[in-house]
């Protein structure tokens, strides 16, 4: 019995002091998904990288991992990103995985959902996250800890043509 070579995918969604992450096998296989965060004081990034996305690559051993680049911002956060980028690159390339940075989201109104909708439109597809869902937040909440995973699900979910599944 031959076994195909799978194609198995690690998608991020960086914040400065946590990431969300889903893990895909093929298109509709979700294996694991999570959110890892450092909130103590100190440099954030090394610890993210060095305990919280170390471990994860050593037990997907993903053959890509997929990252949204940068949005526009200043260059006093810009800077900090930028290395946390390359930090990220440097361990996945440790364990043999490409990094694939994709261009940021389009800028037209038209064609952009908010983030809600986005997440209401990866729970179709992946009806296990249903009970991960959060509720509608108001325009005075602060985003719930957990949209993370589902932003993470559509930077993979987005750009289906630009990875290899």
Do not use: C
């Amino acid at each position: 019995m031959r076994y195909k070579s799978l194609t198995r995918v690690i998608a991020l969604d960086l914040h400065p002091r946590r990431f969300g992450y889903v893990v895909l096998e093929s298109p509709d296989k979700l294996l694991d998904w999570g959110v890892r965060s450092y909130r103590r004081k100190g440099n954030s990034s090394d610890v993210l990288i060095q305990r919280r996305l170390r471990p994860l690559l050593a037990l997907w051993r993903p053959t890509l991992l997929v990252i949204r680049g940068t949005r526009q911002m200043p260059p006093r956060q810009k800077l900090p990103r930028e290395r946390y980028l390359k930090g990220i690159a440097v361990e996945a390339k440790n364990y043999r995985a490409r990094v694939h940075i994709l261009k940021k989201r389009s800028t037209d109104r038209a064609e952009r959902l908010t983030n809600y909708a986005s997440a209401q439109a990866v729970v179709q597809r992946f009806p296990v996250l249903t009970r991960k869902l959060p509720p509608k937040r108001k325009p005075w909440e602060s985003e719930h800890y957990s949209m993370s995973i589902f932003e993470a699900l559509a930077i993979a979910a987005q750009y289906p043509d630009q990875l290899p599944l």
